[in-house]
């Protein structure tokens, strides 16, 4: 019997993990659909207010830096820094925080 829950444990991880990356790809969508539209619109005022000055190039590239690197993030461009990355720190600092207990003890 705990083969058979170990199993539906891992079965349930797996999921919630599935659950988490969709909801992180919608969260990137979001952001993404919110950069293009908010740019046409500065786009939009600043050609009508003031077009000899073009200034929204500015915000349309630091914002759009942040998308290309939101969207390497949820998309696991760069696997080294990704989740796997992220539970090996976790374990790691957990068996040096209990090396550390069990040593003043």
């Known amino acids: 019997?705990?083969?058979?829950?170990?199993?539906?444990?891992?079965?349930?991880?797996?999921?919630?993990?599935?659950?988490?990356?969709?909801?992180?790809?919608?969260?990137?969508?979001?952001?993404?659909?919110?950069?293009?539209?908010?740019?046409?619109?500065?786009?939009?005022?600043?050609?009508?207010?003031?077009?000899?000055?073009?200034?929204?190039?500015?915000?349309?590239?630091w914002w759009g830096v942040g998308v290309v690197f939101h969207g390497l993030k949820v998309f696991e461009v760069f696997p080294g820094m990704g989740k796997d990355w992220e539970e090996r720190k976790i374990q790691e600092f957990m068996e040096k925080e209990k090396e550390n207990k069990n040593k003043w003890q």
Do not use: C, D
């Not at 083969?3 to 952001?31: D, H, T």
């Open 1 to 61: 019997m705990g083969i058979i829950m170990e199993r539906k444990l891992s079965e349930e991880e797996r999921y919630i993990q599935a659950k988490k990356k969709v909801e992180n790809i919608k969260g990137f969508y979001g952001n993404l659909v919110s950069y293009i539209l908010v740019n046409a619109i500065l786009v939009f005022i600043n050609l009508y207010t003031s077009p000899q000055y073009l200034w929204f190039f500015w915000p349309m590239l």
